[in-house]
């Protein structure tokens, strides 16, 4: 191996706005080594990445090839050192060709023989199985990861660098990508790999780098280290933040969901027999990382997901009759007296309409009152004073278009709007992402009220601290499967992180042992 | 060839989104902009032909107003104008773009002619009309329906269904007008039931389009009515706004794509009706004239304001009124007039990026460059 490092990074520093997404983060990779950058969502992996591949530019700091330093100002210039990133969202032309889609973009004589002959001799060292003359959007997910891989590797790259490579392919696929990985490595490439998931860690790299929240927490051996360790690093020590917490009243079974499966539009599941109950005076919080199905079983609850095994059942309070939700649209749900709230991630592209001004957004839930064809705006109108006054949202006016508010009064206006229907169930889904700490606790406090009274919350949260100081019982999902739910008073970070990075179809060599069943419930 | 000293610049000029500005500084922002397109075009009008511009600006005016008739034809001309731009509203208000208007007027007016040619003397005056009125609607609410209906089911693209429907609209009209043709053979229906007047509509007072005129205002007021205060104007919004609120709060997107195309549909047959049993009496192919597309300039113009459409119709027309009477009055070609509109028209939606977006030049720093 080289005696200088393939690609050094020296405090590096990047913000946005306010947001710092890197704060001196310092790593290397040797030719002949892969690096893991380990990290939870929003941890700054893909921003420092896309530094080294020349998408953005640092603030401060430096960066050196084989002891070099260099600026690397487009992504011209990360050819030109040689390095190849790997996207997460492929970068390829549907109608064109594999080979076509490699050569895309070089300013080379385009010789359809020499570029076919030199993308198979590729495929041939490394073990790829693709097909040159085979267009994209015949293509499987993986034959397009493929194409990308040979892609750099075409353009003579030999710092490989991916991101979340393995999100989208089956656990075979994984299998197959990881063994071209180690050839490569053997071939002297230096490889870095984005990921979440500490068994791939464990199986594939040599060295792991872990990121928490932008900064750099430190450079461990794979060798030397276990999951244990790694998820304590990834997620970091406890920090109190003294959010109240009351004993649930009088819980009873509000929402019982048994066994949902659900497959998206491409046939792959993303909810796996999922079965769990939701009590009521009681907040349940759902964990795991983002994207392993959080959005679609609020949905399908809410009645906007389909469901293809399974039932959702409603206990009604007041008439003690049960009901099955499955398969009802949400206006039917509300017809059967289900009084569900739901505050979606996606705040301006799905619970409120950004171009509408406040009292037109508190009209969204209830604007079909009233036997006359038109609107009435009054009772919408001294809703969103009450709410504007009690949660002291700060707007000009109420004819003030939501999108103009601030993150904090936005969220504020939407779980206004949702609570102001007198929910039994309330669902929230990330509600205090971007908010700052002062708005965070109204929305704790909201949350906890509606505790109070009886409602059975459901919420989906990121940030372990705020999920183990204010829920009830946490249930743990990782890629559509519950893996496990644990008591909010005794569980640990440790043992959610653990629980969030466990794969239940474990097929990875040297992952299954690592982990422990996750038997703990509350 | 990169080398280490290569900085990141500042650019010299770049573009701001802005928040909103005050009502009153949008309205002078666009009076700035016909102000300069007047300056431009009238130095454009002396390099070009050497007449003085204000002398060709008068002209433009007494087009537009010159007599009783013009002033009267002025306003049947924008009354239809604003009829079309009603009908394309709803539509692209949800986010729909219906640009076969002109299909659909054209096929509105197909009907009303056949009522007119098959029907004239066999019903009476009024349920011969009530007929016109129903069938005119219903043609042009049945053009429209079937691009919603794949665009809800099917999620087809409608941007190049309805613009085909206006083209088997065309050719409809002109296989009609060679069937009907009068004398048989010319290709021309020229004016129907003449002598009985059956199927015509009525004339107010001695003014043949107030009546015309008349009913289109109505339609202003009731789209904007139905826009602004409706349970199902308030779905549109939602709709056109975001297609995930929509489901979130239980809006059926289907039904109000469906109904909404509709409505839109059902005014442009309604406009087909007038155009042919108001005021021409006869079809041609051309009878829409290209008001199917000229009315989405006008709703956008308006930012899907009916009230505002009212002005934005309004310019219009007198522009293109104005243009054509320069042309005949200092012999200049058509070409000329078309410039002189192309650039107002120019400026005044250039003047909407000027509402939306600040510019903001680099700030000169002390000491040299950035950094």
Same mark, same amino acid.
């Given at each position: ?5 393939? *690609? ?75 390095? %190849? ?74 710092? #490989?660098? &991916? ?47 872990? #990121? ?23 997620? %970091? ?75 959702? &059942? ?153 999920? *183990? ?41 040297? %992952? ?11 | ?8 610049? +500042? ?223 308030? +779905? ?6 975001? +297609? ?75 522009? +293109? ?51």
């Amino acid at each position: 191996m080289a005696a200088n490092a393939a *690609i050094e990074l020296k405090n590096i520093t990047k913000t946005f706005g306010h947001v710092c997404a890197n704060h001196n983060v310092s790593l290397k990779v040797n030719r002949g080594e892969i690096l893991s950058i380990l990290g939870e969502n929003g941890s700054g992996k893909t921003t420092l990445m896309n530094m080294i591949a020349g998408i953005y530019f640092p603030d401060s700091g430096s960066i050196f090839i084989d002891g070099k330093e260099v600026v690397i100002a487009s992504p011209k210039d990360a050819f030109q050192y040689k390095i %190849g990133m790997i996207h997460q969202h492929f970068k390829l032309v549907d109608v064109f060709t594999a080979t076509e889609n490699i050569v895309l973009g070089l300013e080379e004589k385009y010789d359809v023989k020499n570029a076919s002959a030199k993308v198979k001799e590729i495929s041939e060292k490394y073990g790829f199985e693709i097909d040159p003359d085979k267009k994209i959007y015949e293509m499987s997910v993986s034959e397009k990861q493929t194409v990308e891989i040979i892609k750099v590797l075409y353009r003579g790259a030999d710092i #490989l660098i &991916l991101d979340e490579p393995t999100a989208v392919l089956t656990p075979q696929e994984t299998q197959k990508l990881f063994a071209v990985l180690r050839r490569m490595r053997d071939d002297g490439k230096a490889i870095i790999i984005i990921t979440h998931k500490l068994h791939e860690v464990l199986s594939l790299s040599d060295q792991v780098a872990v #990121l928490r929240k932008g900064e750099y927490i430190g450079t461990v051996k794979t060798a030397e280290t276990n999951e244990t360790l790694l998820t304590e690093m990834m997620v %970091g020590k406890k920090i109190s933040l003294n959010i109240t917490r009351d004993e649930p009243k009088h819980p009873e079974d509000r929402l019982v969901v048994e066994d949902i499966t659900c497959m998206n539009r491409d046939g792959a599941t993303i909810l796996d027999h999922v079965s769990f109950t939701a009590r009521s005076g009681e907040i349940l919080g759902i964990a795991g990382i983002a994207g392993s199905g959080q959005r679609e079983l609020l949905e399908a609850i809410a009645g906007l997901q389909h469901i293809d095994s399974g039932s959702i &059942l409603y206990h009604n309070p007041k008439t003690k009759q049960t009901d099955n939700l499955r398969d009802k649209t949400p206006l039917q749900i509300r017809a059967l007296g289900v009084r569900l709230s739901f505050v979606p991630e996606d705040r301006l592209g799905m619970g409120l309409v950004g171009n509408m001004d406040i009292v037109d957004n508190m009209m969204l839930r209830s604007y079909r009152r009233g036997k006359t064809m038109f609107l009435q705006r009054k009772p919408p109108k001294d809703l969103a004073e009450t709410i504007i006054r009690q949660l002291e949202v700060v707007t000009p006016s109420v004819s003030t278009p939501v999108r103009r508010l601030s993150g904090g009064n936005v969220q504020k206006v939407l779980v206004g709007r949702e609570i102001a229907a007198v929910p039994t169930v309330l669902m929230a889904a990330y509600p205090v992402r971007g908010l700052d700490i002062n708005s965070s606790y109204t929305i704790y406090n909201l949350l906890n009220e509606q505790k109070k009274n009886g409602v059975a919350v459901i919420f989906v949260g990121e940030d372990l601290d705020v999920l *183990i100081e204010l829920c009830d019982r946490i249930m743990v999902i990782g890629s559509g499967c519950v893996t496990g739910v644990v008591d909010g008073r005794t569980a640990t970070k440790e043992e959610i992180g653990l629980l969030m990075t466990k794969s239940v179809h474990e097929d990875m060599e040297g %992952g299954a042992d690592h982990v422990k069943t996750g038997e703990k419930n509350a | 060839m990169s080398k280490p000293e290569k900085k990141m610049h +500042e650019p010299l000029i770049h573009l701001v989104k802005r928040d909103a500005i005050p009502w009153y500084q949008a309205w002078a922002v666009r009076i700035i902009a016909v102000l300069a397109a007047l300056i431009f075009s009238g130095i454009i009008t002396i390099i070009l032909t050497g007449l003085n511009p204000l002398e060709v600006y008068q002209k433009m005016f007494e087009g537009a107003f010159g007599t009783d008739r013009r002033i009267w034809n002025l306003f049947q001309n924008v009354a239809i104008l604003l009829c079309i731009s009603l009908a394309v509203t709803p539509a692209f208000k949800m986010r729909f773009w219906n640009i076969g208007a002109e299909g659909q007027v054209l096929i509105g007016g197909l009907a009303s002619t056949a009522c007119m040619i098959l029907l004239g003397n066999k019903l009476s005056q009024p349920v011969l009309l009530l007929v016109i009125v129903v069938t005119s609607i219903a043609a042009g609410a049945v053009w429209a329906l079937l691009p919603a209906i794949f665009k809800a089911y099917w999620n087809t693209n409608e941007t190049l269904f309805t613009l085909m429907m206006n083209y088997i609209a065309i050719q409809l009209v002109s296989y009609f007008v060679f069937v009907w043709s009068v004398p048989k053979g010319s290709g021309k229906i020229g004016i129907i039931n003449g002598d009985t007047q059956a199927g015509w509509l009525p004339v107010l007072g001695d003014q043949k389009y107030l009546l015309n005129i008349l009913i289109v205002l109505v339609i202003t007021i009731a789209m904007y009515v139905y826009l602004r205060f409706s349970k199902q104007g308030y +779905e549109i919004s939602v709709v056109g706004e975001s +297609e995930n609120t929509a489901r979130y709060i239980g809006i059926n997107v289907k039904k109000v794509v469906i109904r909404t195309m509709l409505i839109s549909g059902a005014i442009c047959g309604l406009a087909g009706m007038l155009l042919v049993s108001g005021t021409d009496h006869s079809i041609t192919r051309d009878t829409a004239g290209g008001r199917g597309f000229t009315a989405i300039m006008v709703s956008w113009l308006a930012k899907f304001n009916p009230l505002y459409m009212v002005l934005t119709a309004f310019l219009i027309v007198f522009l +293109e009124k104005g243009a054509s009477e320069i042309s005949t009055a200092f012999r200049l070609n058509d070409s000329f007039s078309e410039i002189i509109t192309g650039i107002i028209i120019f400026f005044i939606i250039g003047s909407e990026f000027f509402i939306n977006y600040a510019i903001r030049f680099r700030k000169i720093r002390k000491g040299g460059k950035a950094q």
